[in-house]
């Protein structure tokens, strides 16, 4: 930033004469006048960068704001579903606790029938093989009381034959011999019938032994099942104690939880709040700014006054130069168009095509080659002509560069920065000074601006164009960028 000079001393015009120390005053007031555009130029641009970079930062607190009222909202969530949470398992603890309690009093019960009745079935089935076992030795008696009966039968038929062979000393035997076949008659059949029953019940305890033997098979395996069922009743005891340690762990989890909620909610609190004086300090920034502007448009209009009045100042001979340049432009175009190297329509296309892979994009339109080849001739004498001359260019009325001078015009290469700086034809500059000079119809204009170098990189310029006129239509304008 340039320091201004506007408490330096008075100059003394009393020894001159009166016109010229009019214009003494005149080009002293022309040069404070600059120094003041050139101060206000770059506080305008300072306050707008602050006021961009205040924008960026405002959005950012914005998002913050968001994301914090975003968490906020899930802590609260996350709150509720664990209270939620802890509510549920408590009563399954609880439910857990009356089911296992009922659960263990009714097994245990069980299990002390199921132990006395398999106790009880193994009593009976060692009964029912014992019988079974004086079942098979009745039978086995019954057995021999046959044998023995049918012997006495066989006797008693041999007495009858001795007793009939013997006649008369032998009917008394044969009398013994007839009741002895009778009773073997009679113990035949009896033996026969008592076989039958007992056949039968031997029957009836083997399958009763069987049934005995399964029922206490089963009894066995009841007891064995219920030790089982008592080993998943433990481990429902251990599920218990679990789910109390879980209850005790959503505690730990919703009580920072809870206290996070809080801690978030007054933060966003305060973020709200430093939102809202970013943007205020924003809109006063935006204010300044548009005062900024205002001045630089007084300034401008001072410096255009004086320009205008014939009083020679710093800028009477680049105003010349630049009117006179343009209107050189101007004649040029109207050659080529007369010679028909180009058409009017292309003399004035608008049809942008931005070539692929800049950065910044670069474009091209129908007149370019034309720019190429009759512009450098006469910009690049005029760059070296004047130490005050940064640059000297011709654009149309979009503000389209299409031939810039050499320095400014290197093939661009993979840093976006250093092509910025250094690859600027091709280039549309749509800013406020450049569309500002590209459309401007009156003989000159002058304006003060920073020039974006590239990298956050600003230069404090003047800006001075003339209109390029084409067979009566507006072309562009011819621009100097001047130190100051």
């Known amino acids: 930033m340039h320091a201004l000079a506007l408490n330096a001393p008075e100059p003394a015009f009393d020894d001159l004469p009166d016109e010229a120390a009019a214009a003494r005053a005149v080009r002293d007031i022309s040069e404070r006048f600059g120094k003041l555009g050139a101060e206000i130029t770059d506080i305008s641009g300072r306050i707008g960068d602050v006021t961009r970079n205040l924008d960026g930062q405002t959005h950012g607190l914005h998002r913050v704001v968001t ?37 263990r009093l009714g097994l245990n019960a069980a299990q002390s029938d199921i132990e006395a009745l398999s106790l009880g079935a193994q ?63 009679q113990t035949r059949e009896a033996t026969a019938l008592s076989s039958r029953q007992l056949e039968a019940l031997v029957k009836s305890v083997d399958l009763l032994a069987i049934k005995s033997d399964e029922n206490a098979l089963t009894a066995r395996r009841a007891s064995d ?35 996070n909620a809080v801690a978030f909610a007054k933060v966003g609190e305060d973020l709200r709040a430093l939102v809202d004086g970013v943007d205020h300090s924003s809109e006063n920034l935006v204010k300044a700014s548009q005062r900024t502007d205002a001045l630089v448009s007084i300034s401008e209009g001072i410096l255009g006054t004086i320009a205008a009045s014939g009083v020679r100042t710093a800028q009477s001979e680049l105003i010349a130069t630049a009117m006179e340049t343009a209107a050189r432009i101007g004649g040029l175009f109207e050659t080529a168009l007369d010679r028909g190297a180009l058409t009017l329509a292309d003399l004035f296309d608008e049809n942008y095509q931005p070539i692929a892979g800049s950065d910044p994009v670069q474009h091209m339109t129908r007149f370019v080659d034309l720019c190429d080849r009759v512009l450098p001739p006469i910009q690049e004498p005029l760059l070296a002509s004047n130490r005050r001359i940064v640059f000297c260019a011709a654009v149309d009325r979009n503000g389209f560069l299409p031939t810039h001078n050499a320095k400014y015009a290197h093939p661009q290469g993979p840093d976006p920065v250093w092509n910025n700086a250094n690859c600027r034809n091709r280039r549309i500059f749509d800013d406020r000074t450049g569309l500002a000079a590209a459309r401007n119809r009156k003989p000159f204009l002058l304006q003060t601006y920073r020039r974006d170098m590239g990298g956050g990189q600003f230069l404090v310029m003047e800006d001075l164009s003339a209109p390029i006129m084409v067979k009566g239509r507006h072309w562009g304008g011819f621009r100097f960028g001047l130190n100051v």
């Open 225 to 259: 099942e219920s030790q089982s069922i008592a080993q998943q009743i433990g481990e429902l005891d251990s599920f218990s104690r679990s789910v109390v340690e879980l209850i005790g762990d959503i505690d730990a989890i919703s009580n920072p939880t809870r206290e």
């Open 67 to 103: 994301a914090v009222d975003q968490v906020s909202r899930a802590n609260r969530s996350i709150q509720k579903a664990a209270e939620g949470a802890q509510s549920t398992a408590s009563a399954v603890r609880q439910g857990l606790e009356r089911v296992t309690g009922a659960v």
């Open 123 to 185: 009593t009976i089935s060692q009964a029912l093989a014992q019988a079974v076992a004086d079942a098979h030795k009745v039978r086995a008696s019954s057995d021999a009381i046959q044998s023995i009966t049918r012997e006495i039968q066989l006797l008693s038929v041999n007495a009858g034959v001795e007793a009939a062979r013997s006649g008369t000393a032998g009917r008394g035997f044969a009398v013994i011999a007839a009741a002895v076949k009778h009773l073997a008659e």
